[in-house]
């Protein structure tokens, strides 16, 4: 099997897998997020070489016992709130590691990971973010997977015309000695496609009211950019790691941390978004 076909077919099983439990259930959709949580927790301990067992079973422990907050409070599932105290602690500990994340990417001394940063990149740039992912699609309608479903469009809409137009008319690099193939012609064609799908994801999939379209527009600019700080902030893990993918799972494409390292970067944003949205509203 060629490689192409292999890449076309596991990125097939991905896409189909994803929406499937997304769609299906909340108990799918946890479950397979719990699943994603686990072997990105893996492929991470791999690329920092820190051993696995315990930051498993921390994740493991964690991501339960968010489940079970989550549903003894109304029997089903709560309404969102950024004033919940769960929510504050967990978004506060994730933008600390999320900025604490940027100044390494931009820190051209590091080039070795101390044990104590390592930990900490564990728990606020992987388990925190799927935690956060994990709350977005839930509101004051309960479980709409809709939202889910979208900005994961959003994220390959942004990535695939990104590549698109960087190939064709990309000139100037964007972050070179990171990832040599990205182009600033590139970033902005992604932002752009990514907004033209967002109105039309916002107009016709999810059909909100007219004068709220915009802010799925917004969203759309967040994906294109912290989905790029994202993906080229895993690609220094890996770079220092001195390895291509961080993992083998899906062939390829690499791992699960590949695959997801745009949204788990994205969620909390987005997330922080939201209650902002509330505040205001």
């Known amino acids: 099997m060629n490689e192409t076909?292999?890449?076309?077919?596991?990125?097939a099983v991905y896409?189909?897998?994803?929406?499937?439990?997304?769609?299906y259930s909340t108990e799918s959709f946890f479950i397979l997020f719990g699943a994603f949580l686990l072997i990105a927790t893996f492929e991470f301990c791999n690329l920092v070489q820190i051993h696995k067992v315990i930051p498993i079973l921390f994740a493991s422990a964690f991501y339960l016992l968010f489940y079970k907050i989550t549903f003894a409070t109304s029997g089903l599932f709560y309404e969102l709130?950024?004033?919940?105290p769960f929510d504050w602690a967990v978004l506060g500990a994730t933008l600390f590691v999320f900025l604490k994340s940027i100044h390494f990417l931009f820190d051209n001394k590091t080039l070795k990971i101390?044990?104590?940063s390592k930990y900490v990149y564990l728990t606020g740039y992987i388990i925190l973010p799927f935690v956060i992912m994990t709350k977005i699609p839930f509101g004051k309608d309960g479980y709409n997977p809709k939202i889910l479903i979208s900005i994961f469009i959003l994220i390959w809409t942004n990535d695939t015309f990104a590549y698109i137009v960087g190939k064709s008319i990309g000139r100037t690099k964007l972050f070179e000695r990171?990832?040599?193939?990205?182009?600033?012609?590139?970033?902005?064609g992604g932002v752009v496609f990514a907004v033209i799908a967002s109105y039309l994801i916002a107009k016709y999939y999810i059909q909100i009211v007219e004068d709220k379209i915009y802010i799925w527009l917004i969203i759309a600019v967040i994906v294109g950019t912290f989905g790029t700080i994202g993906d080229l902030i895993e690609s220094k893990f890996k770079r220092i790691a001195g390895v291509k993918d961080s993992g083998k799972i899906m062939p390829g494409h690499g791992g699960v941390l590949?695959?997801?390292d745009s949204v788990i970067f994205v969620a909390p944003i987005i997330f922080l978004f939201y209650q902002i949205l509330n505040y205001v509203s």
Do not use: Q, V, W
Request: net charge positive.
């Open 5 to 11: 076909l292999k890449r076309a077919i596991s990125g």
């Open 15 to 23: 896409i189909i897998l994803l929406i499937f439990c997304i769609l």
């Open 81 to 84: 709130r950024f004033s919940k």
């Open 114 to 116: 101390d044990a104590f």
């Open 178 to 188: 990171i990832s040599p193939k990205k182009t600033i012609e590139g970033f902005f």
């Open 258 to 260: 590949d695959r997801l």
